[in-house]
């Protein structure tokens, strides 16, 4: 067995065929024909670009464009004209031959970028190096290995797979990748899991393990490689694979399926999210719209503040994604718990009781205004919504209002559209918004509710610290009654009440949800489609006597316990 | 010579994408344009230039502008810069 990292789920079983590049012979010449030579160097440059192009163009149809921009951009990279320069450089001064020179510069510039102590510019090293084997190869007249001539059931085993090579896989032939170099983020990982081909990348020593014909087993969900398994292993695989393949399926049965209980209670599944290329996941899942976007990345791990327009570009860019479809905002919730020089944030003593969240936002209004004003100008296109986080008194509510209110006449004053109605809302996370969720439903447009901190609020227990999380339930009395509480309020005011915690997908934890009358459940994009199989199957009328049951329990175990056995 | 220093906004840096689009805009102009980081000194019309100066996240930088066109270079290339790159 051997043990890489998983860069692509599921399970491959197949023959190996092991990929080995033919070592190139590049003799080093003195030309005597100095612009021949060059003419050859510029031809085959020709000839380079041609053939990315309809790499690139047969991608983009059978996969994606993201990842014909990976080949297109090696093209870019050849055109370079520090590199093209110096090939001809070596050329003409040193009257090398055109294959020596493109191995002399190429081999200079992938052992800088390999050099670099930075996984994305050591990919280039990769493209680097392909670059080089192609031009040589066109130079040499060698044609290139045909991947998609493999025959089905093969299991691919290289040592690093080039892009040129992986655009020619064909994933209804190829049952897994194996590969001794890489990383989550190469090549070779981005297309195996864009292909939903099972990848191992990073497995040391695999090529010294394996040869042509062996029998393995790719587990790209563990990052593991078996080599010629025992019958009753690869019995054991071939169900856990057809499980997965099976439950795949069946999942994705559910896309375009709408969230409707049995006996036709309509929810709205959604996903979460922290930077706005998360978009495509939750739509790849079908979500009906973002129920949490996170805004804290734009703040982090910089050393000023993110201007306007950085803000206005990434909450436009989700608006127009999901194409109308609700994308909730949670503006800055930061705070105490880390550093952050450039806004003035030092280390709270008690971070989770203080200065963060909205209490820093209405105390640094300059900041605050910002990022409202950039919501704002983004509503005009798509369907915003604000979400204050760790609101405990109305005071606070009343007070983002009343700064939306003045920024909206500013707006107006400079001609700028935005969404006159756009909704404001509030997390509930706090016991005190909890309690007072009927004063709340009154002025905000929505409830969400965030099981992760309202726990740790209601159960005064920090879940990081070992000896007390034991406390850190959220099926805990206290906190499921303080989520009625919350959804009831809601309901009775007329406003949408949605949870966005870890909790709105935990299969233990959706029909109590679905019986306190919940309307929308934002989870991980991955979680969608298995949480809107169990809400078909369920009748929100039945469920009322589960809940019932599992509201009459004193403590955390007993439900727990109950809701176990009822889903099982 | 014009010249004017700017603080890298992209996550990842001047990987790949935002130093393609860094050269497109500086290919439009006959100045020669470049950028010093730390000791070195990039050719801003080369990706391999650009990427080999491995410019992160929070670095500030210093472009350098040269040539006929050099007023009109600087301003796009800022503008571009503080535009995200296309990011």
Redesign the interface.
Known sequence: MVKGTGASAGIGIGKVVVLEEAKLVIKREIVADIEAEALRFKEALVVFAANTKALAEDMEKRIGSKEAEILMSQSFMMQDPELTGAIENAIREECLNTEAAVDHVCNMYADIFASMDDELMQQRATDMRDIKTRIQKILLGIQDLDVAALPQGTVIIAEDLTPSITAGIHAENVMGIVTELGGKTSHTAILARALEIPAVVAAVDILKSVKNGDTVIVDGSEGLVLINPETDVQDGYISRRDTYLKEKKELEKYIGMPSVTKDGVRVELAGNIGKPEDVDKVLQYDGEGVGLFRTEFLFMDRTEMPTEEEQFEAYKKVAITMNGKPVIIRTLDIGGDKEIPYMGLTKDENPFLGYRAIRFCLDRKDIYNVQLRALLRASAFGNIKIMVPLVTCIEELREVKAMIKELMAELDAKKVSYNKDIPVGIMVETAAASLMADVFAKEADFFSIGTNDLTQYTMSVDRGNGRVAYLYSTFNPAVLRSIKHVITCGREAGIMVGMCGEAASDPMMIPLLLAFGLNEFSMSASAILSSRKMITEYSTKELQAIADKAMSFDTAGEVEAYMKEFIE | MVSQKI?I?N???L???PA?IL?KEAMQFKSIITFQFKNTTA?A?????V??A?V???DEIEFICEGSDEETALCTIIQAV???LGE
Request: net charge positive.
């Open positions: 603080i906004k996550p990842t840096g990987h790949l994408r393609g050269c050719n019309k080369s990706v391999l230039s990427l080999g491995c992160k996240c929070g503080e535009n995200g």
